[in-house]
Nanobody, 124 residues
Framework: QVHLVESGGGLVQAGGSLRLSCAAS????????MGWFRQAPGKDREFVAG????????HYSDSVKGRFTISRDNNKNAVNLQMNSLKPEDTAAYSC?????????????????WGQGTQVTVSS
């Protein structure tokens, strides 16, 4: 059973940056696609970014493209999300997900494992 733990969330002013990390334990996710999703209060969970098992393919939602960068370190069994030029509308709980065998990085239902999430709050 893969266990995912996110870190790096917090409070930041608009225009600032944060770096989220997701560490996997209990199993190896080196051959799994991984992704980040977020959910704001009263809203549905939405896709943020995804990355293939070897990092060769990445996919971003239109709302974060050009501002966020997803990367992975298979030596550390981890995936990261660098978030720049943050906006108040980026405020949400961000969750890491692992093992979307379908290749559809943006489909939350395709992921087998989920972390508990880390809160990101962007003040205006």
């Amino acid at each position: 059973q893969v266990h995912l733990v996110e870190s790096g969330g917090g409070l930041v002013q608009a225009g600032g940056s944060l770096r989220l990390s997701c560490a996997a334990s209990g199993g190896v996710v080196n051959y799994c696609a991984m992704g980040w999703f977020r959910q704001a209060p009263g809203k549905d969970r939405e896709f943020v970014a995804g990355i293939s098992w070897n990092g060769g393919v990445t996919h971003y939602s239109d709302s974060v493209k050009g501002r966020f960068t997803i990367s992975r370190d298979n030596n550390k069994n981890a995936v990261n999300l660098q978030m720049n030029s943050l906006k108040p509308e980026d405020t949400a709980a961000y969750s890491c997900a692992a093992c979307a065998d379908s290749g559809r990085l943006w489909v939350s239902e395709d992921y087998a494992y989920w972390g508990q999430g880390t809160q990101v709050t962007v003040s205006s």
